[in-house]
């Protein structure tokens, strides 16, 4: 086999270090250095295995696909079922009631008119009833009854009896305002909290995808490299045996580039392995595998060079206003307050004040009764309509007021309750407390290592460049016999790890602008600025 000329082996090294060009001006590379990037390095990159994958794309996958997106939006859901079960509680209730009832009575009154009194009532009742926010019950119905009986003393046969009354109950004490919504506005701001807490885990889930993205990006990065050392090292190893042959090295020269291509195989079975692990967690985050039975998905994106670093208060006072799992835990307290608002309302005695109007109705079929040698007769004549009519233009009206109370004695269940939410107030406000420390915490720490993010790349990029100055120095002397190929190797290593911190240092400031991102609910800078 015709061994690899060296000054190939050095140009795909070179190329490594000319991948970084995109994120900085660079000074021109050497023609040859140009040519083979052109043909292997871009070649490699694009011809990573796996299905290609944008940023945005991803992103959009995740937006539907995220167990944590669906869980949050279920959540959400009931708590809209929970607000609307509150909210029934106050709907206007019609209510009915239709009844026939047969009677037999023995009677020894001579003025029952019968030996054995029958009597056949049919009875209806209709209503509304309505409790408000404020715990005013309002009640409306209308009775009636229709009567028949075979007493002979009977002067309505059938005989049309009708009630109707409007009456309102108003809790002053227990019961009243916030002593009776407050189920219902605990449930309004859990469902504000849920909602909240739903767009919040649709921005972590973005969050998590860019940072899995990136990862899966530097993952593919370092196995490019790798197989690119890789084939240099084949080739150091087929210059070597050229050399043994020609009696210009020895032994040992072989020997070194054989460790060296063993040890790169190997690390470039890492690199693949690590790659695809890259890519299982980016598609568990999507809810979906590659596409078209490709075993990875192929990042296409590449990480920007720089973002805008605003001062880590303002980044601060920016994450307590927006951050949505702050907003959400100040909602839940918002909410356990209302319960104990209800709690101490209905700890009070019940006072309550009632008053109704009401009209009645009398009408009937009349028939003459004898009694005594006398014949009875009525005036009242009508039907149903006729005794309803009565009731509604209340021709025999009726009123009632009043007051009614209970003092529970000892007032044990609603005390204890109170006491209870009282406690509960202070420990949701103790949890939101601890959440905005943790916040400041991580707000402070994304905000370091975005700050430091591009003299991170810098000195990344400076050892990188170092360390392919000292390859270039080291071909042309193993070349020209003045060192051995055992240094060749070592120098090529410490390329290999300079380009696995730069591939690390130009994606953790990405990385960093994502979390911000979560963490300041949205607020920060969404598009990337490049220098």
């Known amino acids: 086999m015709r061994p690899k000329p060296i000054p190939v082996v050095l140009a795909l090294l070179l190329a490594c270090a000319a991948m970084t060009a995109y994120a900085q001006p660079r000074p021109p590379l050497p023609p040859l250095a140009r040519a083979v990037l ?21 992103r959009a996958l995740a937006a539907t696909g995220a167990t944590a997106v669906r869980l949050a939006d279920a959540t959400a859901a009931a708590a809209r079922g929970s ?24 009677t020894a009154n001579p003025f029952s008119g019968a030996d054995v009194l029958t009597t056949e009532d049919k009875t209806g009742e209709l209503g509304v009833r309505w409790t408000t926010t404020m715990g005013t019950e309002l009640t409306a119905s209308l009775n009636a009854v229709r009567q028949e009986t075979n007493s002979s003393l009977a002067l309505l046969r059938p005989q049309y009896d009708t009630f109707g009354e409007l009456r309102l109950v108003q809790p002053l004490l227990e019961g009243f305002g916030a002593g009776q919504r407050g189920d219902l506005t605990a449930a309004e701001r859990s469902l504000a909290a849920a909602e909240i807490r739903a767009a919040g885990a649709r921005l972590s ?31 150091l190893l087929d210059q070597a045996e050229t050399r043994r042959r020609a009696g210009l090295v020895g032994p040992a020269d072989v020997a070194n580039a ?8 190997q690390v470039l079975l890492d690199a693949e392995e690590a790659l695809g692990q890259a890519s299982d967690q980016l598609a568990s985050l999507l809810g979906r595998r590659p596409a078209d039975g490709q075993p990875l998905y192929h990042p296409t994106s590449a990480p920007p060079a720089a973002f ?51 009209g009645a109705g009398l009408s009937g079929a009349p028939r003459s009764v004898t009694f005594g040698g006398t014949t009875y007769t009525t005036d009242i004549d009508g039907g149903l309509g006729d005794a309803l009519g009565q009731v509604l233009k209340r021709d025999y009206p009726s009123w009632q007021v009043g007051l009614t109370f209970a003092i529970p004695l000892g007032n044990r269940a609603d005390g204890g309750e109170a006491q209870r939410l009282d406690a509960e107030v202070v420990r949701a406000e103790q949890q939101l407390e601890a959440a905005r420390r943790r916040l400041e915490e991580q707000v402070r720490a994304a905000h370091r290592a975005l700050a430091g993010g591009n003299d991170r790349l810098e000195a990344a990029r400076y050892g990188l460049d170092a360390a392919t100055e000292q390859v270039r120095i080291g071909v042309l002397d193993y070349e020209n016999g003045r ?21 690390r240092a130009l994606v953790r400031t990405a990385s960093a602008a994502a979390v911000l991102r979560q963490l300041t609910g949205g607020a920060y800078p969404s598009e990337e600025t490049r220098p």
């Open 205 to 235: 889930t973005t969050a998590q995808v860019d940072q899995a993205y990136w990862a899966l990006y530097a993952a593919g990065r370092d196995f490019t490299v790798q197989r690119i050392i890789t084939e240099s090292a084949e080739g």
């Open 308 to 358: 805008p670093v605003p001062a880590p208060d303002q980044l601060v006072a920016t994450a307590f206003r927006s951050n949505h799992e702050l907003r959400g835990l100040g909602l839940d307290v918002a909410a356990v307050q209302a319960r104990r608002e209800q709690a101490r309302r209905n700890a009070l005695p019940t006072l309550d004040v009632f008053g109704a109007l009401g």
């Open 258 to 265: 054989r460790v060296f291509l063993a040890t790169q195989r």
């Open 83 to 106: 607000v609307r079960r509150e909210q029934g509680a106050y709907d206007p209730e019609l209510y009915g009631q239709a009844a026939y009832q047969s009677a037999d009575a023995a």
């Open 483 to 503: 060192t051995s190929a055992f240094e060749l190797v070592r120098l090529a290593g410490d390329l290999a790890t300079a380009q696995q911190r730069y591939s």
């Open 38 to 58: 052109d043909s292997a390095v871009v070649a490699e990159l694009a011809n990573l295995p796996g299905a290609p994958l944008t940023l945005d794309d991803a």
